[in-house]
């Protein structure tokens, strides 16, 4: 029987963190006529100047490097990015700037620019191999969105892992219009994992990103088949880790309930015991301090975001940020 996994007693340099986190419309300041920015100019609906934008940048930093104080984040995923110059000054600007971070990012087709992207430390996390998916439907073949963002690399030390950073269609029109679209997302990724499995059965392999429905939908349980975490793991099955905390209430997006759009999904060797590289136990959690929500009038708190139409509320973003903790296991 494999067995799931346990508590390891460890220091700051056998473990990374690894976080998604859509951060909600960072653009810049500068008209890019290839896109729809035009909300986020100077001139636009937001009043979009640069005072607004380096408040974007400082309270992005904010909010990733208070996941861990002492070990920032080796690894971050994000939605909602316009283009590599906002993550190059996120990067060199901000507060982040000590920590050396790195980038792989590409423009996406989609028409309002938005992107996905992943900064990391390279000290912690060595890419050796990253591509980009372009997605077509095949049944309404004029659509586009966002691409997904594939990585493999080595993160502590030897091990290898392959990341997929997800920014799924949303449910604007409705969910039963749009749902067609997610369930073909959730297919297709589950084909990439099956490829990397017929390749490797105990390859490491972490899904993350907005997926613009929850885990118990019909596109992760049949179109992913992203399981839930039991006492029996299996290395080439996926398991959704974001099941339980869902099920218990919690969310990464409030609209007239809690959502848990940001998922993190895992194949079952980080799951083991005794894999060199496995998740620290119930490591998956929502980053959540008072200082990133505000309260409405019935008293429920909710992120306070950046703004909303025509109105700017100078918050950080619509979500919430997810992460997860990978271990060295030394013992092997």
Avoid at 117 to 144: G, V
Avoid at 163 to 168: E, G, Q, R, S
Avoid at 236 to 255: C, M, P, R, T
Avoid at 290 to 303: A, I, K, Q, T
Wanted: with cysteine.
């Amino acid at each position: 029987m494999l067995t799931a996994c346990k508590q390891f007693n460890t220091t700051v340099t056998d473990t990374a963190i690894l976080v998604f986190y859509n951060v909600e419309n960072l653009f810049d300041t500068i008209d890019d006529p290839s896109i729809d920015d035009a909300e986020f100019l100077p001139q636009g609906t937001q009043q979009w100047d640069t005072d607004k934008y380096f408040r974007k940048l400082k309270n992005m930093s904010d909010v990733l490097l208070s996941i861990d104080t002492l070990n920032p984040p080796a690894l971050i995923g994000m939605a909602e990015v316009e283009n590599r110059s906002v993550l190059e000054e996120l990067i060199s600007v901000s507060n982040l700037k000590r920590y050396n971070y790195q980038i792989i990012h590409k423009n996406s087709p989609d028409l309002r620019g938005i992107d996905v992207a992943l900064i990391y430390r390279p000290e912690i996390y060595k890419p050796e191999t990253s591509k980009w998916y372009s997605i077509q439907f095949p049944f309404d073949t004029s659509y586009k969105t966002r691409d997904i963002l594939y990585s493999k690399g080595q993160i502590l030390g030897d091990e290898t892992i392959h990341i997929f950073i997800n920014h799924w269609t949303s449910r604007y029109g409705g969910e039963e219009v749009t749902q067609a679209k997610r369930m073909y997302l959730g297919a297709l990724l589950k084909a990439k994992a099956d490829s990397i499995f017929k390749l490797d059965p105990t390859a490491k392999i972490i899904m993350m990103g907005d997926l613009n429905d929850n885990p118990t939908d019909a596109s992760l349980t049949e179109g992913l088949k992203a399981m839930a975490v039991s006492d029996t793991i299996q290395p080439a099955f996926l398991y959704n880790i974001s099941l339980q905390k869902f099920q218990e209430g919690e969310g990464s997006l409030f609209y007239r309930s809690w959502d848990m759009f940001d998922q993190i999904i895992v194949s079952g060797n980080l799951l083991l015991e005794n894999s060199p590289v496995t998740l620290e136990k119930n490591s998956f959690q929502i980053h959540k301090p008072e200082w990133v929500l505000f309260y409405d009038n019935n008293g429920v708190g909710r992120p306070n975001r950046t703004a909303s139409g025509s109105r700017y509320y100078g918050g950080y973003s619509d979500h919430l940020p997810v992460y997860l903790t990978l271990i060295k296991n030394n013992s092997n």
